[in-house]
């Protein structure tokens, strides 16, 4: 996996981000991408003619919403009473 600087990140005030942009953003192949389009999956997209752009917002936003929280174990063997 790529990491990536916080100087590649995207600005609030950059333009809207390519699928390149985007897969390098998020640390996946820009066909990973295209692939999640065609499945309707994956961050929202504009499309406008050919041309397919991302907003930084729904990025962070799509990557917000795949943030899982760990299970905690619960133990289920009863404490001993005194």
């Given at each position: 996996?790529?990491?990536?600087?916080?100087?590649?990140?995207p600005t609030s005030d950059a333009p809207l981000m390519n699928t390149n942009d985007v897969a390098r953003f998020i640390g996946l192949g820009p066909q990973t991408l295209i692939n999640w389009r065609c499945q309707h999956k994956g961050p929202a997209w504009l499309k406008y003619g050919n041309i397919v752009r991302y907003t930084r917002a729904d990025v962070l936003e799509w990557l917000s919403e795949q943030?899982?929280?760990p299970r905690r174990r619960v133990n289920t063997a009863a404490a001993p009473t005194r």
């Open positions: 996996m790529t990491t990536v600087s916080i100087e590649d990140q943030r899982k929280a």
